[in-house]
C-alpha cells in the first residue's frame, strides 16, 4: 500500500543543514563531524564591557542629553562624586604619578632636551659634563648602569661619550628649563636611536624620566608626572577629542579616578601606559622629523572642568574600569550590571567574524579537529543570554576542553570581522560576548518550514529556533511544525483539492481546523472525506466504483477483485460504512509499510532497515505519518546527509 498522496505532496524535499544530536529511534547514528574550516560569530561589544562604556557615553550624551554627572552614576551604581582630596586614603600620590613605559621594557634609556640642560639624579658622586643635553644609560649588571653623555640633542650612540660605570638601581632624569608646554621643554624619550627615524620614534613626556633595573634583570623606563598632565595624553586617546564635552567629561573622571585608586601589578610603577592600563603616550609624538601633539584643546577643556573629580566608595577612590563597547549589558563585577541604551551607537555593538577552526585545535585539540562547541555558561545579561563564561570543546580523538568565553576569545585572535556599519576589518573576537553565527541551522530552519508549511522561514522563527536546534532540540522545531495550525490549515486546503478536487468553504476549514485543535489526526480527516458523499458521487455513486477509486487513491495500484469484491459487499450490506473503509485502508499494513518506505527514502535517501521499518509499522497505528516525518526530519542521520 502507499502513503496517502496528501502527505505525500507534504512530505517531499531533502532537506539541507542541521545539527547533530540522535532523536529518532532505530536509525543509524554517524560519527560526529569536523566543524568547518572557518567559525562565524556573532558579536556584540568590544572590550571587557566592566564599568563605563565609552561609545555608551557618548550614546547618552548626544542621543538622550545626559551630563557627564548622569553617565558616571549610569554605570558606576554605588559610588559618588568627590575629590581626591576626600577620599580616606591615597595610594597614589596626584602629583607624582609612576607611569610604566612598557614599550621601553629591556630597552636601553636614552633621553634628551632642547631647552636647557638636564637635571640627572643616582649618579652618586659621578658628575656629567658641563652643557649636557642628552644621557645614554644602560644597564651594567643587576646593580649599575654604563651613563653616557652628549652636549646636543641626538639620539644616535656615535654621538655620546661613555662617563662612568655607576652602583645604581635608579636614575632619575628631567629638564631643567620651566616647562611652558612646548616639546622644547620637556625630555624626549628615543624609542629609535636616531634623530630621523620612522613616525611615533620618540615621545615627549612631561615631569621626569626614570630608569630602573626590577628584580635585578630587566631595565625599565617610567614617566613620573601629575595627573592632570597624564590625563591631558590619556583622555584624548581613550576617546576622540571631537566627542561631545559631557562623554569627555566622563571619561576624565574615570580615567581619574583608575589610575589614582591603585594598581599592584607594576613594580615600581602606579600603572602603565598601555590599553592594560590606559592608553598615554606623552604629550607629543615624533612625525615627519617634527613633534606632534597628542592632546587636544577639547579634551584639555573636558579635564580642567573636572579637575580633582573622581568617583568614591565607602571613602576610597573607586577604581573605576572602562571599556569603548559593552554591546548593550556592562559586564557587571565591582560596579552591578546595567543595560547600555547608550552604547548602540556603537560601530561594534554588533559584529559578525570569521576566525579559523585551526586556532582551537593548535591550543585545545591535542592534535584531534574540532567536533563540538557548545556555550554551556553565560552570565544571563542580553540576547543569546548574554557573554559567555564557559564553552565546552569536542575533538574527533576523544579530547574535550572546557574554557572560559575569554579563552575564546584571546585564542580566536585573527579572522575577518564586519561592523554594525559594514565596515570589514581584520580582527579576531572583540569580546566575550558572542555566539556561533546561524548559518547551518538557519538553512535548516528554513528547510523544515518549506517542508511542513511549504513556505521559507520569516526572520522571526530563525531566531526563535537557529540556536534550539543548535543544541540539538531539531525535534522540537519539527514537532511544533507538524501540529500547528498553520500546517492544519495546509493540510485541509489539500485535502479539499486533492480528494474533493476544490477550494475549501470558509465554514468547513473552520471547522476541521477546530477539529486537529481538539486532536483528531489528519488521516482521520482525510477518512472523512474519502467517505464522503461528494467524494462517493464524484466516483461513480456505486459502491463497486467507490472501491475501486480508494485503491487507485490511497493504495496506488488497481483493486484486486477479490478486495473490490469484498469491500463493496460489506458495504453493500451496511456492515461498514465508507469512512470506515477508508480508515481501514490507512490502517492496512500494506498501506503502514508502503508509507513507512516512502517516508524513509524522501528524507533519509534509502529504504528502512528490517528492524526500523518494523518498528515504524507498528508506530504509525498510534503516531501517524506525520509524527514519522517530524522524527525523520530531526534525525540525526537526516542531518549527516543534508550536510555531507
Known amino acids: 500500500m502507499s502513503t496517502p498522496r496528501t502527505l505525500r505532496r507534504t512530505v517531499t524535499a531533502a532537506l539541507a543543514v542541521v545539527l547533530g544530536l540522535a532523536v529518532l529511534p532505530l536509525v543509524a547514528q554517524p560519527a560526529a563531524a569536523d566543524l568547518p574550516d572557518q567559525l562565524v560569530f556573532d558579536g556584540r561589544g568590544w572590550g571587557h564591557g566592566r564599568g563605563m562604556s565609552q561609545w555608551g557615553a557618548q550614546g547618552y550624551a548626544t542621543e538622550y542629553g545626559w551630563t557627564s554627572a548622569q553617565i558616571l552614576d549610569h554605570y558606576y551604581g554605588g559610588t559618588t562624586r568627590g575629590r581626591w582630596q576626600d577620599a580616606s586614603s591615597r595610594p597614589i600620590d596626584p602629583d607624582a604619578v609612576r607611569i610604566r613605559l612598557r614599550g621601553s621594557e629591556g630597552r636601553d634609556f636614552r633621553t634628551t632636551v632642547t631647552n636647557g640642560t638636564l637635571a640627572v639624579s643616582g649618579l652618586g658622586s659621578v658628575e656629567l659634563p658641563s652643557g649636557t643635553k642628552a644621557v645614554h644609560i644602560t644597564r651594567k649588571d643587576g646593580s649599575s648602569f654604563d651613563v653616557y653623555a652628549a652636549s646636543t640633542t641626538t639620539c644616535t650612540s656615535s654621538d655620546y661619550t661613555f662617563v662612568a660605570n655607576v652602583e645604581s638601581t635608579q636614575i632619575d632624569v628631567r629638564p631643567t628649563a620651566?616647562?611652558?608646554?612646548?616639546?622644547?621643554?620637556?625630555?624626549?624619550?628615543?624609542?629609535?636611536?636616531?634623530?630621523?627615524?620612522?613616525?611615533?620614534?620618540?615621545?615627549?613626556?612631561?615631569?621626569?624620566?626614570?630608569?630602573?633595573?626590577?628584580?635585578?634583570?630587566?631595565?625599565?623606563?617610567?614617566?613620573?608626572?601629575?595627573?592632570?598632565?597624564?590625563?591631558?595624553?590619556?583622555?584624548?586617546?581613550?576617546?576622540?577629542?571631537?566627542?561631545?564635552?559631557?562623554?569627555?567629561?566622563?571619561?576624565?573622571?574615570?580615567?581619574?579616578?583608575?589610575?589614582?585608586?591603585?594598581?599592584?601589578?607594576?613594580?615600581?610603577?602606579?600603572?602603565?601606559?598601555?590599553?592594560?592600563?590606559?592608553?598615554?603616550?606623552?604629550?607629543?609624538?615624533?612625525?615627519?622629523?617634527?613633534?606632534?601633539?597628542?592632546?587636544?584643546?577639547?579634551?584639555?577643556?573636558?579635564?580642567?572642568?573636572?579637575?580633582?573629580?573622581?568617583?568614591?566608595?565607602?571613602?576610597?577612590?573607586?577604581?573605576?574600569?572602562?571599556?569603548?563597547?559593552?554591546?548593550?549589558?556592562t559586564a557587571g563585577g565591582t560596579f552591578a550590571a546595567v543595560e547600555d541604551l547608550g552604547d548602540s551607537i556603537s560601530p561594534r555593538h554588533t559584529w559578525k567574524c570569521t576566525v579559523p577552526t585551526s586556532l582551537l585545535e593548535a591550543k585545545y585539540g591535542n592534535g584531534g579537529s574540532l567536533t563540538g562547541f557548545r556555550v554551556t555558561e553565560r552570565n544571563g545579561l542580553g540576547t543569546w543570554g548574554g557573554r559567555v563564561e564557559q564553552v565546552v570543546l569536542s575533538f574527533g580523538n576523544g579530547t574535550t576542553a572546557t574554557v572560559t568565553g575569554n579563552d575564546v576569545r584571546s585564542t580566536l585572535n585573527r579572522g575577518t570581522c564586519t561592523e554594525a556599519t559594514g565596515r570589514v576589518v581584520s580582527a579576531g573576537l572583540f569580546s566575550d560576548w558572542f555566539d556561533l553565527a546561524c548559518v547551518a541551522e538557519a538553512a535548516y530552519v528554513d528547510e523544515v518550514h518549506e517542508l511542513f508549511l511549504g513556505r521559507s522561514a520569516t526572520g522571526a522563527e530563525t531566531e526563535q529556533w537557529c540556536r534550539p536546534v543548535r543544541d540539538g532540540n531539531r525535534i522540537g522545531l519539527t514537532e511544533a511544525l507538524s501540529v500547528s495550525d498553520e500546517?492544519?490549515?495546509?493540510?485541509?486546503?489539500?485535502?479539499?483539492?486533492?480528494?474533493?478536487?476544490?477550494?475549501?468553504?470558509?465554514?468547513?476549514?473552520?471547522?476541521?481546523?477546530?477539529?486537529?485543535?481538539?486532536?483528531?489526526?489528519?488521516?482521520?480527516?482525510?477518512?472523512?472525506?474519502?467517505?464522503?458523499?461528494?467524494?462517493?458521487?464524484?466516483?461513480?455513486?456505486?459502491?463497486?466504483?467507490?472501491?475501486?477509486?480508494?485503491?487507485?487513491?490511497?493504495?496506488?495500484?488497481?483493486?484486486?477483485a477479490e478486495g473490490r469484491d469484498h469491500w463493496a459487499t460489506q458495504l453493500d450490506a451496511r456492515r461498514i460504512n465508507r469512512q470506515q473503509v477508508a480508515a481501514d485502508f490507512y490502517a492496512s499494513i500494506e498501506s503502514r509499510a508502503d508509507r513507512v518506505d516512502t517516508l524513509f527514502t524522501q528524507i533519509l535517501g534509502r529504504s528502512a532497515d528490517p528492524e526500523g521499518r518494523s518498528y515504524w509499522i507498528r508506530q504509525l497505528l498510534t503516531l501517524g505519518d506525520v509524527s514519522l516525518a517530524a522524527w525523520l526530519a530531526a534525525s540525526a542521520e537526516y542531518y549527516a546527509n543534508a550536510t555531507s
Not at 590625563?231 to 569627555?248: C, D, G, I, Q
Not at 598615554?280 to 580642567?304: E, M
Not at 477539529?515 to 466516483?539: K, M, W
Request: contains cysteine; hydrophobic residues 35%; negative net charge.
Open 487 to 560: 500546517w492544519a490549515g495546509v493540510q485541509i486546503a489539500e485535502l479539499y483539492q486533492k480528494i474533493l478536487g476544490r477550494t475549501g468553504d470558509d465554514e468547513g476549514r473552520a471547522y476541521w481546523l477546530s477539529q486537529v485543535e481538539r486532536g483528531l489526526r489528519i488521516e482521520d480527516i482525510a477518512a472523512q472525506f474519502y467517505g464522503s458523499q461528494e467524494y462517493f458521487g464524484a466516483n461513480g455513486g456505486t459502491n463497486r466504483s467507490y472501491v475501486e477509486a480508494l485503491y487507485l487513491d490511497l493504495l496506488e495500484r488497481p483493486a484486486d
Open 178 to 329: 620651566s616647562y611652558s608646554g612646548q616639546a622644547a621643554d620637556m625630555l624626549r624619550l628615543c624609542t629609535q636611536y636616531g634623530d630621523n627615524g620612522p613616525a611615533g620614534t620618540s615621545i615627549w613626556y612631561p615631569g621626569t624620566l626614570r630608569t630602573h633595573i626590577v628584580a635585578g634583570a630587566t631595565q625599565q623606563t617610567v614617566n613620573i608626572t601629575t595627573i592632570e598632565q597624564q590625563l591631558r595624553s590619556v583622555v584624548p586617546n581613550e576617546s576622540p577629542a571631537s566627542w561631545s564635552l559631557p562623554a569627555l567629561e566622563a571619561q576624565s573622571v574615570a580615567a581619574r579616578s583608575y589610575a589614582l585608586a591603585g594598581d599592584s601589578r607594576w613594580a615600581g610603577a602606579d600603572t602603565c601606559d598601555t590599553i592594560w592600563c590606559q592608553v598615554y603616550v606623552g604629550h607629543f609624538k615624533l612625525s615627519n622629523g617634527a613633534p606632534v601633539p597628542t592632546t587636544a584643546t577639547r579634551t584639555d577643556q573636558a579635564i580642567a572642568n573636572t579637575r580633582d573629580i573622581v568617583r568614591l566608595s565607602s571613602g576610597r577612590i573607586a577604581r573605576t574600569e572602562f571599556s569603548s563597547s559593552t554591546g548593550g549589558w
